[in-house]
């Protein structure tokens, strides 16, 4: 017989969702250490931490679970997002056929042209803020080509805006009852709307020309869709490269910063070869073992969320219908049972084979893993190669030590800069 999910008693209603507010991270850990793997937050939602448990929830997502942070949805609004399912499968699977077209070794140089021309256009500061510019702005360029620029940039303020506002959202947690206000996801759904109809112009534009694979909206348009289906894709991508892969940047100076031993074994790799078709080939395993060892110890998707459309037994224990199920990546991949050394930030376990690699999720799992995952990991590591093999970086304030786990896992207060180093310094340590 399934039992009930342990988890401290809470308050009525909101269970401990306060608690776990005021810290996310330390609720996490000190609940999984007293209740196990499967922990209740509140009476709408439980937490898991057995990777096994973990993939069977990724893997059931669209059938036992639905992806929606809307467990106060009820049945008609759980019945509408199960309904779009196989819509939102076929733009998934566009966008991640449109990046393999994308990322041949020409595409991969483009790349690495464009990002290395973000890389000197900033120069430092909040090196959060600068990571997000950066990543956001490059995809941007790739996704529309450079040439109207004018168009670039109102595309990247459309695309900030619109995963900023949905980031509040999100983090506020607004119920999706009718009958309750939503301010936030209000705003941000017409933000989304704006950034759709911006893109559908660019697709009109663009769709002459698409004869050959330019740019990421042509390989979308080269599949044959309509002009909302190619907006809707392109949207996918330049969205979500507001977010995770900025943060993820942010991350990479700071170990880039901390370790520089490691930073030489990627410039070593990595001097004297095409980046672009040695990343397109897979052929620098020092570099993608750094940026893996960097998504191992700081996911900016740090805590994932499924809803379930039924009943559902974890483990022992029973998990009703319109409930969340939260999965934290961060402390599974810092979790002994399926990592040696875990809290050491250690990239060559990567090449040497010494890892769990169904125990890692930095971009999530099951049928709605993300579908720019190789796009992302070729953009961290040209970003990272070109940092370690043409650039010193240096921390001012701040580290990897000290986090923000919101939306996003962030670094807290990380302040610094890059500079070519035969460049001269000022008293700061900057160029």
């Not at 901390?258 to 095409?274: I, K, L, N, Y």
Request: aromatic letters at 6%.
């Amino acid at each position: 017989m399934a039992l009930k999910v342990p988890g401290p008693r809470g308050r009525w209603f909101v269970g401990e969702l306060p608690e776990y507010e005021a810290d996310r991270v330390g609720w996490l850990v000190r609940t999984r250490a007293e209740y196990g793997d499967v922990v209740r937050l509140a009476p709408n939602a439980v937490v898991v931490h057995d990777i096994e448990f973990a993939r069977l929830v990724l893997g059931g997502t669209n059938d036992d679970y639905l992806l929606d942070s809307a467990p106060l949805a009820g049945r008609r609004r759980q019945d509408a997002l199960r309904g779009r399912v196989p819509e939102w499968m076929r733009l998934r699977g566009l966008v991640s056929r449109a990046c393999r077209a994308f990322l041949t070794p020409l595409g991969v140089e483009h790349l690495v042209r464009v990002h290395d021309a973000e890389l000197r256009a900033h120069r430092g500061g909040d090196l959060v803020v600068a990571g997000r510019e950066i990543c956001g702005r490059g995809i941007v360029r790739l996704a529309l080509t450079d040439d109207d620029p004018g168009a670039v940039e109102e595309i990247t303020r459309a695309a900030r805006r619109a995963f900023e506002e949905s980031l509040t959202s999100l983090e506020r947690n607004e119920p999706r009852l009718r009958w309750l206000p939503r301010p936030a996801s209000r705003r941000a759904a017409e933000s989304v709307r704006e950034l759709q109809e911006l893109l559908a112009v660019q697709v009109q534009r663009r769709r002459p020309a698409a004869g050959e694979v330019r740019c990421l909206l042509d390989a979308v348009l080269v599949e044959g869709v309509d002009d909302q289906t190619a907006a809707a894709a392109v949207r996918m991508l330049v969205f979500s490269a507001q977010g995770v892969p900025g943060a993820a940047l942010s991350w990479v100076f700071a170990r880039l910063a901390e370790h520089p031993g490691a930073a030489r074994v990627v410039a070593d790799e990595t001097r004297g070869v095409s980046l672009g078709a040695a990343l397109a080939d897979g052929a620098l395993p020092e570099t993608d073992a750094f940026v893996r060892e960097v998504l191992r110890l700081h996911p900016p998707q740090w805590m994932i969320a499924r809803t379930t459309t039924e009943p559902v037994v974890v483990g022992e224990h029973l998990v009703p219908r319109g409930c969340q199920v939260l999965i934290s990546p961060y402390l599974l991949h810092r979790d002994a049972r399926w990592w040696d050394e875990p809290e050491r930030f250690r990239p060559r376990r990567w090449v040497s084979g010494d890892v769990t690699r169904k125990a890692f999720l930095p971009f999530g799992g099951g049928p709605r893993t993300c579908p720019g995952l190789r796009l992302a990991l070729i953009q961290l590591q040209a970003l990272t190669a070109l940092l370690a093999g043409g650039h010193a970086v240096e921390l001012m304030s701040g580290g990897s030590g000290a986090v923000r786990a919101g939306g996003l896992l962030l670094p807290e207060g990380l302040t610094g800069c890059w500079h070519e180093p035969v460049l001269p310094r000022n008293g700061d340590g900057c160029a």
